[in-house]
C-alpha cells in the first residue's frame, strides 16, 4: 500500500539485523516507523499494539525469533524466546503458527546455520501472507461483483475494527475485496465502525480507506444494527483472529453483536481470513482464550487537541473500574461464508475441509 506515494509493507527488513514497522499507536495523526533490533522489541512491540492484526504479529514475531538466534542459537534460546513471543498475545493463532514454523524451520539443523535458516523462514511467512491476502481479494471482489450486479446501485458495506493492510503484510483481508472492487470502478461505500475502546476502526481503517480514495462513514458501534434495519447495509464483511475448525470465529470485541443484527436483517456476513488463521485443534470457540486488556483503554482516549498537540484524558466517572475483554466468538451460524485464499467456503468444518484438506492432521 502507498503512503504519500511511497509504497509499504507493514513490517519489513532492514538489512539482515533488524526489521521494521509502522507504529500503528500514531496513526492516524502521524505516520512514525520504528526499527526493531531483537525479539524483545519486538515483544514490546506486539504487546503494546505499535503492530497489530493477527497475520501481522506473527510476521513479525517470526523476525524476533530470527533475529534472537543471531545471538543465541541454542536450543535453549529457541525455546525461551519462542514462548516468550507466543505470550504477547493469546487470542490471535497466526502468532503461534508462525513461530512454530521458525522452529521447524531450524530444529535438528547446525547451530551456526540456525540464524539465517530462521531469517528466511520469516521473510517466507511474510511473502506467502502477501500472496494469501491478494487472492483473498480476488476471491471477495468476485462476491462484490455479483452483489453490485444484482443491485445495480451503489453497494453500502460495513467492516469492524481494522482487517486492511496495517493488520497484515500488505493488502489486508476484509479490505482487500474493497480495494480491489474500488479499483474495478465498482460503486461502493463502506461503514467503518469506530471499534471502541482502542478505535481501530475510526483511527486504521479510515486512515487505509481515505487513503486509497475509498468513500466511507465512521459511525458509533452501535449503529450498525439501525443502518441494517434501514436497509443500507448490503454485506458485512470482517476479519478474525482465529477460527475453530467448526467455524467459530473470534474477532474484535463487537463482531458478535454486527453478526446478530445482520441474522436479523437478512444481510450477508462474511469472515476473510488466511488459511493461517484457521485453529484445527480447537472444535468450538468457546475453547479460545480471550485476552482481556488494559482498563485504562476504556476509561481513558487519546486524541489530537485544537492546538495540533495530543492529549490523554478521562472520560468515565472517577473511581468506575473498567472491563476490557479484547475479543469476542461469533458461532458459525451467524456466518454467511469464509473468504479465504483458496476461495468461499460455507462457515463450517465441512465448508474448511473442502478448501484445505492437507491440513485434517495438522494443528497450530
Known amino acids: 500500500m502507498k503512503i504519500n506515494g511511497k509504497h509499504y ?41 505499535q503492530t497489530r492484526g493477527a497475520p501481522l504479529i506473527g510476521a513479525v514475531a517470526a523476525s524476533g525469533l530470527a533475529l534472537a538466534l543471531r545471538a543465541d542459537p541454542s536450543d535453549e534460546n529457541l525455546t525461551a524466546t519462542s514462548d516468550m513471543l507466543r505470550a504477547t498475545r493469546p487470542t490471535a493463532v497466526n502468532l503461534a503458527w508462525a513461530l512454530q514454523r521458525i522452529v521447524d524451520a531450524v530444529r535438528n539443523r547446525p547451530r551456526a546455520e540456525r540464524a539465517a535458516l ?13 500472496a494469501m491476502c491478494e487472492s483473498i481479494g480476488r476471491h471477495g471482489l468476485a462476491l462484490i461483483r455479483e452483489m453490485a450486479t444484482q443491485k445495480k446501485r451503489k453497494l453500502n458495506i460495513l467492516t469492524h475494527c481494522n482487517a486492511g493492510w496495517l493488520a497484515t503484510v500488505d493488502y489486508g483481508t476484509a479490505l482487500a475485496p ?102 484445527w485443534s480447537l472444535n468450538s470457540g468457546r475453547d479460545i482464550a480471550i485476552e482481556e486488556r488494559s482498563e485504562d483503554e476504556v476509561l481513558k482516549l487519546t486524541g489530537r487537541m485544537a492546538g495540533g498537540g495530543l492529549a490523554t484524558v478521562e472520560i468515565a466517572a472517577p473511581g468506575s473500574a473498567a472491563a ?25 468444518e465441512a465448508g474448511l475441509r473442502g478448501l484445505f484438506p492437507k491440513n485434517e492432521s495438522k494443528a497450530p
Request: proline share 4%; hydrophobic share 45%; glycine share 10%.
Open 9 to 49: 509493507r507493514s513490517v519489513w527488513p532492514t538489512g539482515e539485523d533488524a526489521i521494521g514497522i509502522i507504529d500503528q499507536t500514531k496513526l492516524p495523526h502521524e505516520f512514525a516507523t520504528l526499527t526493531l533490533k531483537s525479539a524483545e522489541d519486538a515483544a514490546h512491540a506486539i504487546r503494546s499494539m
Open 118 to 130: 530462521a531469517w528466511r523462514e520469516a521473510q517466507a511467512i511474510a511473502d506467502e501472507d502477501v
Open 178 to 279: 474493497i480495494y480491489m472492487a474500488h479499483d474495478a470502478g465498482i460503486a461502493l461505500h463502506v461503514w467503518v465502525d469506530e471499534t471502541r475502546p482502542r478505535n481501530q476502526g475510526a483511527a486504521l481503517t479510515a486512515f487505509e480507506l481515505g487513503g486509497h480514495g475509498v468513500a466511507h462513514t465512521i459511525i458509533a458501534d452501535n449503529a450498525g444494527g439501525h443502518y441494517m434495519q434501514r436497509g443500507q447495509v448490503d454485506m458485512c464483511l470482517v476479519g478474525t483472529d482465529r477460527v475453530t475448525a467448526n467455524g467459530d470465529v473470534a474477532n474484535k470485541i463487537g463482531t458478535y453483536l454486527k453478526a446478530l443484527a445482520a441474522k436479523d436483517n437478512g444481510v450477508p456476513f462474511y469472515v476473510a481470513l488466511p488459511s493461517s488463521t484457521i485453529d
Open 324 to 348: 476490557n475483554p479484547g475479543f469476542d466468538i461469533t458461532p458459525a451460524r451467524l456466518v454467511t461464508g469464509f473468504i479465504t485464499e483458496r476461495g468461499v467456503c460455507a462457515a463450517s
